[in-house]
């Protein structure tokens, strides 16, 4: 019996060593998400076994499990691929992301906690992450366009397919934020939620689709300061830029053959810009315009907000 119960004591010794020699936790890269937003999670492996860890070499090696406050599983929809084989050395650590969100049905606001689930075949080991938190929440939609689009696949254009543009503004913590969303034709399947940067709660955003169906958003972020970017049909960033006025308001400009540009104001370099600013923002050249047409009129800067200066 004695021999049973040293065994015993043993092998429980054996496994608490294990569990502290390699560690896993889940981090994700926000607090906040709105329905069908990217919700990447971050799997983050520490190694002090005395050993080369080698994972990612099967399906099963990592999974996830997302639970709603009320303490039910919420129903999977599938498993996100996690085939990438990676060796965790002695004394190292690595980092997996994934997009947990099209694989559980996130679709009711509320709050919920994400646990991780890493098998480590050369320790015969299943080690689970402590949770991390979320909340789902809902937004108002402030603009939305419907738009005509032909991707292109292997070089070839595909037949039109109607998608829809939306402006959304949500809290994300304590500040408002703009999110932009682009929808199938029905608004059922979400491509792709982006969130832009922060709204002023006064700021009415300006939208345009242009001849090329890229969105065309401006909307002001600060006492004096505009952001301004570009998505293109499926969603990804083309360009985001910062516009002060000056003695004039920028506003989205719409030109007669399709093309929007920002006029009024002057741009300037901002940490936040896409791509990165250099050193110099070059100035704007002069525009050639066709008979008929004209540039509008500058449209004089708004008195700021009280206190603001």
């Not at 990804?236 to 104001?265: A, F």
Request: hydrophobic share 40%; with cysteine; glycine share 6%.
């Amino acid at each position: 019996m004695k021999c049973f119960w040293a065994s015993a004591m043993a092998l429980f010794l054996g496994m608490a060593a294990v569990r502290a020699q390699v560690s896993i936790s889940v981090d994700l890269d926000q607090k906040q998400y709105l329905v069908r937003e990217a919700i990447t999670a971050s799997v983050r492996i520490l190694n002090f076994s005395g050993q080369t860890l080698q994972m990612g070499r099967t399906q099963s090696w990592l999974s996830f499990d997302v639970e709603a406050a009320d303490g039910s599983y919420l129903e999977k929809l599938g498993d996100p691929p996690v085939v990438h084989e990676f060796d965790v050395p002695n004394a190292a650590r690595a980092t997996r992301r994934v997009d947990i969100m099209p694989y559980f049905n996130l679709i009711k606001v509320g709050r919920y906690k994400v646990i991780a689930t890493v098998r480590v075949p050369e320790l015969g080991q299943e080690l689970t992450s402590e949770p991390a938190y979320l909340n789902i929440i809902s937004g108002a939609t402030l603009w939305r366009q419907p738009f005509g689009w032909r991707p292109e696949a292997a070089g070839e254009t595909g037949p039109v397919e109607i998608r829809n543009y939306a402006l959304v503004q949500a809290m994300n913590g304590e500040e408002v934020c703009l999110y932009g969303r682009v929808t199938d034709e029905y608004d059922v399947q979400v491509v792709r939620i982006l969130c832009l940067g922060r709204l002023l709660t006064f700021s009415k955003p300006e939208a345009i689709v242009d001849r090329d169906s890229r969105l065309h958003a401006l909307w002001q972020t600060g006492a004096r300061t505009f952001t301004y970017v570009k998505l293109d049909p499926r969603g990804e960033l083309i360009l985001r830029q910062t516009h002060q006025y000056t003695s004039s308001r920028p506003r989205l400009w719409n030109r007669e053959n399709g093309e929007v540009q920002v006029h009024g104001g002057s741009r300037i370099p901002a940490i936040s810009d896409f791509p990165p600013p250099s050193e110099e923002v070059p100035a704007a050249p002069a525009e050639t315009l066709n008979p008929g047409s004209s540039a509008p009129t500058p449209e004089p800067a708004p008195p700021l907000p009280p206190g603001r200066s």
